[in-house]
């Protein structure tokens, strides 16, 4: 089963989030709720495949138990704040640097660039930040 999500977690992922944007559009009170679902979703589905890959090393006999569970819940939190301080600086970002367009679609345009752009950046800075901290033998 994990094979399956393993192979098509990209697609089902995008196809949950066209369909919980389309859900947001046809009830814009639950849009925060829907959102908010889809974020769990993914940090769910991001923390098993980081379980998955540790388990396999530990099964393997390459790292002892207590490396596994450090490694996984340092990279579980880490992700976890990883995705907070994201989320947090692209909003700031994106405000910042659109608070003086007045066109509605342009604004929301750059304002999505901006804070990808932002998110993009932490995630990077991150991943290297965390391979320092967990080493998972290949």
Not at 7 to 30: E, Q, R
Not at 33 to 48: E, M
Not at 52 to 61: L, S
Request: proline fraction near 1%.
């Amino acid at each position: 089963m994990t094979t399956f999500f393993k192979n098509h977690s990209t697609i089902m992922l995008i196809s949950l989030l066209l369909m919980l944007l389309v859900l947001a559009w046809i009830f814009p009170s639950a849009g925060l709720k829907l959102g908010i679902a889809f974020l769990l979703l993914s940090f769910l589905i991001a923390s098993l495949a980081v379980l998955e890959k540790h388990k396999n090393a530990y099964r393997k006999g390459e790292i002892t138990r207590q490396i596994f569970i450090r490694n996984a819940v340092l990279e579980i939190s880490g992700g976890f704040l990883v995705m907070l301080l994201a989320g947090l600086l692209g909003r700031s970002a994106a405000e910042v640097a659109t608070q003086q367009i007045s066109h509605d679609l342009i604004r929301v345009i750059a304002g999505i660039a901006v804070g990808l752009l932002v998110g993009i950046s932490v995630g990077a800075v991150a991943n290297k930040t965390l391979r320092r901290l967990v080493e998972v033998p290949r």
